[in-house]
């Protein structure tokens, strides 16, 4: 009985699991199967495989083959286990010694003529190979520029099937190709083209209450709504976001590569401190906020903004049911995706940013008299963002027109995004010492419990004037409280007083 074996990663969203691939040629008319809950795809593997390892002047097998993938009970999909398979058949026909890959994990896409295409996810299954102990890796030579990211593991690239065979001291015929084999569209996995500085926070012409909530809401993780005209800067404000942020952890760099990795976008950015930035367009679909696709769901926008910001611009004009499906996420931080084959958790812990107009027109400020639009209009405009979306919006601001520009030393008066940021990192270390105990990093996080306990009765007035006038929900009271432990931090104040809770009131007040 020869039976070949091989490893490989199966990946359940960002969640790893190892698959161990056994190959058995038995006798019996010639027929080749693969067994153990595969995808359309990777039941697709055994045309690819059998002509990739045909290209090296392997003798394919005239009985049966047949490929268990183990563990059985686990879905697996894709055509990035198209290498362990063929390393599996080649190692139970002798090609390949049998015990030469027991501890290496081989992972890849083939082509017709034996060519190894690179592809998605190859950060989340490197680290799953580290934690587990596994040395050596054999992945497609065009994966190597992202596994070189990863320290401990032992990485080899491959462009063919031919030289995995060489590799492990077998013979092979083939004609290696010249250059690391891409994607049909010219690009190796991993890569986009690469998106445009976001630019300084001074680049922006007036505005200084706009930048100042947008500062409170990078030091305390707060989620915000500017409401203005068109042309007063709210893109342009939001877009800078990224800039003035804490950066990200060693352990939240990993968390986002990973994502970007799983999505094939890693090669644009590759490990950087620097929060992600999302904005999609207000037509994207709730499948393509949130997350979607059949079989098992792949991640959306709010996952690919994971630990930064997802930016929604003329957020009225999103689609109610995709704005309704923010509200768990902004609760709970991950985004839970069920479909008939099992359920996909991906991390949602994003900062929100919107950006409206005050009506369809956009026209209705000031005293509006060139507004267009009628008060129903205007109403079922902005009635669009629900009460418990807004709810769920610590600061919301109005971003008013700009009434002159001046030249000169306009600059000198502003602040440049790396004086915010110092600001920024200052109060989230206040934040963060103080919440030591609990395990939160950002005053966004503290439980209401804890903050109605550690503010005064005489601070928390204005609170209980506000509740009693319907002005805040109870949700909004501790938003309010939260804020305000914010506005301490960037005063340098032990705990937030009066003034602190008054301001804290007026940001998350003003449109509801």
């Known amino acids: 009985m020869a039976i070949g074996n091989a490893l490989s990663v199966g990946l359940i969203g960002l969640r790893t699991f190892l698959v161990t691939m056994q190959a058995f040629i038995s006798p019996g008319l010639p027929y080749f199967s693969i067994i153990g809950l595969p995808d359309a795809s990777l039941s697709e593997a055994r045309e690819r495989v059998k002509s990739a390892c045909q290209a090296t002047g392997f003798q394919w097998p005239q009985t049966r083959v047949t490929v268990n993938l183990s563990p059985a009970s686990m879905p697996k999909r894709g055509s990035s286990h198209d290498l362990a398979i063929a390393s599996a058949v080649l190692s139970a026909a002798g090609a390949i010694p049998h015990d030469c890959l027991i501890d290496t994990i081989t992972m890849g896409e083939v082509n017709l003529d034996g060519t190894v295409l690179p592809v998605n996810g190859v950060l989340p299954i490197l680290l799953h190979a580290r934690e587990r102990g596994i040395r050596q890796v054999i992945l497609p030579a065009g994966n190597m520029d992202e596994a070189d990211l990863i320290d401990g593991v032992d990485v080899v690239g491959v462009r063919h099937v031919g030289e995995l065979i060489e590799l492990m001291g077998g013979n092979a015929r083939y004609r290696p190709p010249d250059r690391p084999p891409t994607r049909p569209d010219g690009r190796s996995a991993g890569t986009v083209p690469s998106s445009p500085p976001a630019g300084d926070m001074i680049d922006v012409v007036g505005q200084e209450q706009a930048k100042w909530a947008l500062e409170v809401a990078a030091a305390g993780g707060h989620h915000m709504i500017m409401v203005g005209p068109p042309g007063s800067g709210k893109t342009m404000l939001a877009s800078r976001m990224p800039g003035i942020m804490c950066p990200l952890t060693e352990t939240e760099q990993l968390e986002v590569a990973s994502i970007r990795s799983l999505c094939g976008t890693l090669g644009a950015y590759g490990i950087t401190d620097v929060p992600p930035f999302e904005a999609p367009h207000h037509t994207s679909s709730t499948a393509a906020l949130v997350g979607g696709g059949t079989g098992m769901a792949e991640p959306g926008a709010i996952t690919r903004a994971h630990r930064g910001v997802l930016f929604m611009d003329e957020a009225p004009e999103f689609s109610a049911r995709a704005l309704q499906t923010l509200r ?124 109605r306990d550690h503010i005064s009765p005489y601070s928390l007035e204005p609170i209980n004037r506000a509740l009693e006038r319907q002005r805040l929900s109870l949700r909004g009271a501790d938003r309010a409280m939260r804020l305000a432990w914010t506005l301490a931090d960037l005063n340098g104040e032990v705990s937030p007083g009066r003034e602190e809770i008054d301001q804290g009131i007026a940001l998350r007040s003003r449109l509801i």
């Open 328 to 451: 768990e996420p902004l609760e709970s931080g991950y985004v839970a995706l069920s479909r008939s084959k099992g359920t996909t958790y991906y991390p949602a812990a994003f900062q929100l940013i919107m950006a409206a107009n005050g009506c369809p027109c956009g026209m209705s400020y000031g005293t509006g008299e060139r507004c267009v639009c009628s008060h129903r209009e205007r109403q079922r405009y902005f009635g669009r963002l629900s009460g418990p979306i807004l709810d769920r919006i610590d600061i919301q601001v109005e971003v008013p027109p700009v009434p002159r520009i001046t030249g000169g030393d306009a600059i000198e008066r502003g602040h440049t995004s790396a004086q915010i940021r110092q600001r920024v990192i200052q109060a989230r270390r206040t934040a963060m010492e103080r919440y030591d105990l609990y395990g939160w990093t950002c005053n966004a996080q503290a439980s209401g419990a804890w903050l």
